[in-house]
């Protein structure tokens, strides 16, 4: 059964670092391409990065420069380093297989003072 | 960079009606569309790929057509548990990827 974890949200300050980090089982996470997507609260959902089984990465222009998404294939996890974070970043954050349909449960990030 | 729009933003309909949903690419995306519902509290669940192919396990009422700018998800008869919110998705091998903004299918 294919299954996505994803931990490390909580409440940051404006400004603060948080990383997230998406436990795979069931499937290589090296063979499939991988994104994130985020929803604010009662919003839409919003695409925010991905990261190809050859390791090429792509981001939103609204994260750019300021999330970094990778892959530790020895551990089948994906990972989402954010920085400098906002308030406008508040929101659920999924980890995608889109290509698949797999999706996580999401974890919930706060940008809070 | 592309944008999709979607409408309406909100229906209100019946169990048993037929409804559509469409979304509009600002320049043709060929079929790389994906649609998804979504309920409340849960993550999004695919509907359709590549604009017209029935996901796996979704029932046969659902289906997607289109190719280029213009795409629709029709209901054929809407069952209680279809009411949800909807998004189309526009992914291909040249990211950024775009949704949709959200249609909400609301009993009438």
């Known amino acids: 059964e294919v299954q996505l974890v994803e931990t490390g949200g909580g409440l940051i300050q404006p400004g603060e670092s948080l990383r997230l980090s998406c436990a795979a089982s069931g499937f290589t996470l090296s063979s499939s391409y991988m994104s994130w997507v985020r929803q604010a609260p009662g919003k839409g959902l919003e695409w925010v990065s991905v990261i190809y089984s050859v390791g090429t990465t792509f981001y939103a222009d609204s994260v750019k420069g300021r999330f970094t998404i990778s892959r530790d294939n020895s551990k089948n996890t994906l990972s989402l380093q954010m920085t400098t974070l906002r308030v406008e970043d508040t929101a659920i954050y999924y980890c995608?297989?889109?290509?698949?349909?797999?999706w996580g449960q999401g974890t919930l990030v706060t940008v809070s003072s | 960079d592309i944008q999709m729009t979607q409408s309406p933003s909100s229906l209100s309909a019946s169990v048993g009606d037929r409804v559509t949903i469409t979304c509009r690419a600002s320049q043709g995306i060929r079929s790389d569309l994906a649609w998804y519902q979504q309920k409340p509290g849960q993550a999004p669940k695919r509907l359709i790929y590549?604009?017209?192919t029935l996901q796996s396990g979704v029932p046969s009422r659902f289906s997607g057509s289109g190719s280029g700018t213009e795409f629709t998800l029709t209901i054929s008869s809407l069952q209680p548990e279809d009411f949800a919110t909807y998004y189309c998705?526009?992914?291909?091998?040249?990211?950024?990827?775009?949704f949709g903004q959200g249609t909400k299918l609301e009993l009438k």
């Open positions: 995608a297989g889109l290509g698949k349909d797999y």
């Open positions: 998705l526009h992914h291909s091998p040249n990211p950024p990827y775009t």
């Open positions: 590549v604009a017209s």
